[in-house]
């Protein structure tokens, strides 16, 4: 599970063996983000093996930098929430290390433009 740095409550949560909750999302990634993450996928969460689930979290740059190379190399546009699950393949995360198949489900984006994305590259210093 890949979030951003600031909308990370599961990551947060995990890492603190109880329910978080962020004061705010101060993340870009807002669309998708959460408070908290439900007490069901925690649960969920916290009992799985390490073999098939791991937690990760990346920069707003990252996942931006990501959304840009997939928009790049396969002419599809998602927001930096998916961005995120794509920066885990494309920054070499160390949550993948070890793991024999890696699978990214993608989401599309209804608050995501070709012009936003291009004012977020220019913002982070990625164009």
């Known amino acids: 599970r890949s979030e951003t740095a600031g909308a990370n409550c599961l990551a947060k949560s ?3 063996q109880e329910l978080v ?3 705010q999302i101060s993340s870009i990634a807002k669309s998708l983000g959460a408070l908290r993450p439900s007490e069901a996928v925690f649960k969920r969460c916290m009992g799985m ?3 098939l689930f791991r937690s990760a979290v990346f920069s707003d740059s990252q996942a931006v930098a990501a959304c840009l190379r997939l928009a790049d190399d396969h002419r599809l546009l998602v927001e930096p929430a998916c961005g995120a699950a794509i920066a885990a393949v494309t920054e070499s995360s160390e949550a993948l290390q070890g793991m024999r198949s890696v699978v990214l489900q993608l ?5 995501i433009s070709r012009s936003q994305l291009a004012q977020w590259a ?3 210093g990625l164009e």
């Open 14 to 16: 995990l890492e603190a």
């Open 122 to 124: 220019v913002d982070f």
């Open 21 to 23: 909750t962020l004061p």
């Open 49 to 51: 093996d390490s073999a």
């Open 107 to 111: 989401c599309g984006g209804a608050v």
